[in-house]
């Protein structure tokens, strides 16, 4: 196991304490310096402890499907690398992995990364991005496929069910009164009355007040003028019945309208016909039913388990809306605590949603071309589908959640959700996004919260769902290729780290922390979980000292004779990089470099480290020990400068190589820092202390919680720099 790190943020030295004026055997000096601000009081760290983040084992367990004959790649990144192009894998963590190969890895962090994003990619090659949280002080076991509980938030999960669907009883009373014919009709309160099999009802039709049933056999044309329901009033098409509506119908005081299979209602003019539901009416399909708008309020319910077609469906306060076979609607509105429970196929074209619910029972589908939600709770069950080609999440909290049993599919071209109003959008559950086009989240701009388990796929889902008679065919995925049995993995583009130092040491520096200035990425070569290789590629941006600056890095956890070619008389695999940043900047003068402006280009190498024989574990910063030299790596006993928490090595000048050498007695300071390098693009200007170069460092190295101080430059007092790009 490696050593664990100590404790603050971001391998970042405490550097408040009495700070001097800029040391002039350090700091070249074109016009006189100003004088220094007031001294801050010391406050370092009440432990004195330092870290470069959260360092913990990362387990991760596949289900595996094959037993251990071909192999999973597992890699670990700091944003999700489907939808965002500077995500970046932390070092060391590619592997691949089956059954029979663990993966169980020490990582480090970034204090502010939150979330973890798994790329696993099957043996047949198809990649999944799953979400995990990062906990506090934990190590972390990640069991791909399964649910996992949210640390974040907690929320209360829909699901769908058997909901009730009414019973209807179709069966005529003897006492029906037959109504048929053009004349004026008049229906009267608590009366049953029937149009006959082949007969035709088509003059205006008026209801005097309530408890009135009307059976549908032949045909019932509704005039312009329309109808209006009273209070417990009930149309009952039946089997090879039909209305044909050509005005409004107004429902309301619990009417319904009821259609048996076999049984039609549809409307003849798409722009005029409209119904309104109010008030507890209900309308319950099994047959076909057809209308150009409907408007629901006040508890109003629509069941359908025929063909359900509609232009314009608004749902209001409480409505509610059951789907058991297939509903069309080309536009529609629910807001003010509506509901849709789909069991089968539901589609539209346009679908607006403001503080309501849908849930999507197991294997249903749902296919909305344009989804805009705001307070929208979707739950979809195991298997079910959600296909469409965009949805806009803003001005309120939505959550799209799955299963805990098996995972549903939410498949959409483009998921659009609007910035700068905190989290809009939360996932949870076994829920597999297809998306092209996903809005990512800032390290510091969260938009959306991903859920731990939920799983992004840019290519086709991996969710197998079986064609039935819902789902338009289901889902099948079934990879390319011959499957993986290749066991070896090799990194590339991982998380670089910018390396900061002041060339002082042991004495008090300047703390511009520019004297070197590079940037680092590790890439291991794996064969199963052995390490064969290590690749450094290294980028040097500047140099504000007037000595000769070296850069070496030891493995602190390889002895030398494992390495060929690493430095002779340590016990551990020493590596130059180089021996004069000066020179290797083109300049022959001790003079600083890139400081004060930027005038040179950078400088981008790489070096392989061959183990002769692959070792355990891998490397990454926890054991990446980078230091600087000032006097020479020809020196016997070298002045060598280390990040807090690393030790000298065997030919430091330091007294007994440990990691108190690197910090100081008098004031508890240090000489290096480094930083996660995901978004970070500045560093301090000459003679600019770095306290004075950055919103937040001060409160941040007093212990407060102020992740990402680095991102918050102040302007005048920083180069920038694309530290993430330049040179690559």
């Known amino acids: 196991m490696m050593r664990p790190i100590l404790k603050l943020k971001f391998m970042v030295l405490a550097l408040f304490g009495t700070l001097l004026a800029a040391c002039t055997a350090d700091i070249y000096e074109p016009t006189p310096d100003p004088e220094p601000d007031p001294t801050p009081e010391v406050e370092a760290p009440a432990d004195n402890a330092f870290s470069t983040g959260k360092s913990k084992t990362l387990t991760v367990n596949v289900p595996d499907a094959y037993d251990g004959k071909y192999f999973y790649t597992v890699e670990a990144f700091t944003m999700n690398p489907l939808f965002d192009e500077n995500a970046k894998m932390i070092p060391g963590s590619g592997q691949k992995t089956n059954s029979k190969v663990p993966y169980c890895i020490e990582l480090n962090f970034p204090d502010d990364m939150s979330t973890v994003y798994l790329r696993v990619t099957d043996p047949y090659h198809r990649t999944a991005v799953f979400a995990y949280d990062v906990v506090e002080g934990e190590n972390m076991v990640c069991n791909i496929g399964e649910p996992a509980t949210s640390t974040k938030s907690t929320y209360a999960q829909l699901r769908s069910s058997n909901t009730d669907f009414p019973t209807i009883d179709y069966t005529i009373g003897s006492d029906c009164e037959t109504i048929s014919g053009k004349g004026r009709v008049t229906l009267r309160t608590n009366k049953t009355y029937m149009i006959p099999e ?11 007040g309530g408890n009135v ?14 109808l209006r329901l009273g209070k417990e009033t009930s149309i009952y098409i039946l ?13 309301s005081g619990t009417s319904r309208i009821a259609i048996q299979d076999g049984g039609e209602f549809e409307s003849e003019d798409e722009d005029k016909n409209k119904l309104y539901m109010t008030d507890n009416t209900s309308i319950v399909n099994e047959g076909d039913f057809d209308i150009a708008q409907v408007t629901m309020d006040l508890n109003s319910s629509i069941y359908n388990k025929g063909d359900f077609d509609v232009k314009k469906l608004t749902a209001l306060k409480n409505s509610y809306i059951v789907n058991m076979r297939e509903f ?16 089968c196929k539901f589609e539209a074209d346009e679908f607006y949603v403001k ?12 296919e909305v071309d344009y989804l805009n939600a705001r307070g929208l709770t979707l ?18 909290k939505s959550w799209v959640l799955g299963s805990d049993t098996d995972y549903a599919l939410f498949k959409v071209d483009e998921i659009i959700i609007e910035r700068g109003l905190g989290i809009q959008l939360q996932y949870g559950k076994l829920l597999n996004i297809e998306c092209k086009k996903h809005t990512q989240n800032n390290m510091f701009d969260q938009c959306y919260y991903p859920g731990p388990g939920v799983a992004f796929s840019k290519g086709q889902g991996f969710v197998k769902i079986d064609e039935d008679d819902c789902n338009n065919g289901g889902n099948h995925n079934e990879g390319t290729g011959e499957p993986d049995d290749d066991e070896t993995y090799e990194e590339t583009e991982t998380l670089p780290y910018v390396y900061l130092f002041e060339d002082n040491w042991p004495v008090t520096g300047d703390y511009d922390m520019n004297d070197l200035v590079l940037k680092v990425e590790v890439m291991n070569r794996k064969e199963r979980d052995k390490t064969k290789s290590v690749k450094i590629r290294y980028t040097l941006y500047a140099t504000g000292a007037t000595k000769q600056i070296g850069v070496g890095f030891q493995l602190d956890e390889v002895s030398a004779s494992t390495v060929s070619g690493a430095e002779a008389g340590q016990s551990k695999a020493v590596v130059s990089l180089f021996s004069d940043a000066h020179s290797l900047l083109g300049s022959s003068e001790r003079i600083p470099i890139n400081t004060y402006n930027i005038t040179t280009e950078p400088v981008v190498n790489e070096v392989t480290v061959d183990f002769n024989t692959p070792i355990s574990g891998v490397i990454n910063v926890n054991n990446f020990n980078l230091f600087i030299v000032t006097n020479g790596f020809d020196s016997d006993r070298r002045d060598e400068v280390h990040v807090a928490g690393y030790r000298g090595t065997d030919k430091a000048s330091s007294n007994d190589n440990s990691t108190e050498d690197y910090v100081s007695n008098e004031n508890r300071l240090m000489w290096a820092l ?15 202390r770095i306290d004075d170069a950055y919103e937040g460092f001060e409160s941040w190295i007093k212990g407060d919680d102020t992740p990402g101080w680095y991102l918050n430059p102040i302007e005048d007092n920083v180069i920038k720099y694309d530290l993430i790009n330049t040179g690559e």
């Open 355 to 366: 503080d309501a619910s849908i849930n999507v029972a197991p294997a249903a589908y749902m």
């Open 379 to 396: 739950c979809m069950d195991a298997k079910s589908m959600w296909v469409g080609k965009r949805v806009d999440f803003a001005g309120k």
């Open 239 to 251: 089997d090879g019945g039909k209305i044909e509506t050509d005005g409004s119908i107004i429902m």
């Open 328 to 343: 069309d609607a080309k536009n529609i509105s629910m807001v003010e605590n509506s509901k849709l429970d789909n069991f």
């Open 213 to 226: 049933k009307i059976y549908v056999k032949g045909t019932w044309k509704i005039s312009n003028k329309g």
């Open 198 to 208: 082949n007969a035709t009802l088509s003059g205006n039709v008026s209801i005097e």
């Open 674 to 688: 480094c930083i996660p390098a995901q978004e970070f693009a500045t560093y301090p200007k000459e003679t600019i």
